[in-house]
C-alpha cells in the first residue's frame, strides 16, 4: 500500500512538471482576491490561426475586463521614427553585392517599408533574425494578416474590454536600440552573411527555430530557476528583457489587484527567475498553467 502511495505520488510529480512544461497559458490569483487573470506568452512571428487552435485562449480574454499587451501598434509613426534618421551606406560598404541584393529582396522597398540604410547594424541584424523563422521554420500561420499580438487587440477590441499598454511604441523601439549597441558593422559584417547563407541553402539553423518549435507545441522552457540569459549578450538581457520586466511589475501588481486581466506579452519575458512568472509568485500571487487543448 505504502509503495503504490509513493508510486501515485511521484507520477502526479511527474505529470505536474511535465504539464508545467506544455502551456503558453497560465492563471493568476491571489488569497484573499476575488480576481483571476491570465498571463499569455506569445510569439510575435505566429499568426491568428495558431490563437484560434486554442479556444481557452479567447474565453479566458472574454473572462476579464482589462487586456494587458506591450504596446499599440502604429506602423505607421514606427516608419517616420525610423525614416527621419540620416542615412547610412555602411550596409552595402560591409556586404558583398550579391548578399546586399539578397537582403533587399528580403525586405523589399514600397511605400509603407522603411529605408534598410537608417537601421543601425544590431537592429538590422535582429531584424534578420526575426524574419528567419517564417521563411526556413514551421511556423503555424506565418502567411496569417494579423500576427498573434496585433490579433489579441483585435480580439479585446471587438470584445469591447479595456485595453492597457505596458509600453509606448517609440520606447519600445529605444528600447531595441540600446540592446543592439554591441553589434557594430563589424559583427555584422561577420555574421549577417552566414544567416543570407543559410537562406539560400536547404537547411535551417536548429537553434533560430528551437523557439518557434517548442512555442507550437506548447513545450517551452522556462528555466524559472535559473537566471535570466535568454540572449548570450549582457547589455541586450538587460535591455530587452530585465529592465522592462522589471518596469511592468511596477505596473502590473496594482492592475491585476483591481482588475480581471488578461496579459500577453513575449514568451522571453515569463522565463527564467527574473520573468513576470516568478517575479509575481515572489509577490504572493499564484501563477499556475491553464491546460490547452485543441479546438476539434
Sequence with gaps: MKHTLATCCSLFIFLSAMFAQNTILWRISKQGLKNTSYLLGTYHLFGSSFVDRFPVIQQSLAATNLVITETKTDAAKARNYYN?????????IVLSASDSEQLMQLFPRNEKSIDLRKF????LFLKMQAVYPRLKCDVPGKNDSLLMDNYIQSLAARAARDQYFLETDSLQIEKLRDATLAYDWTFFRKNAPLILADLRSNRSDKNLCTLAR?????SPDYALKTSCELFKDKMTNQALLTTRNKEWMQKLP????N???FIAVGLGHLFNQCGLI?????????VEPVRMEERR
Design 84 to 92: 527621419a534618421r540620416p542615412v547610412s551606406d555602411s550596409l552595402f
Design 120 to 123: 543601425t547594424p544590431g537592429e
Design 214 to 218: 517548442q512555442f507550437a507545441s506548447l
Design 254 to 257: 496594482s492592475l491585476l489587484d
Design 259 to 261: 482588475n480581471n486581466c
Design 278 to 286: 516568478q517575479s509575481l509568485r515572489e509577490l504572493g500571487f499564484v
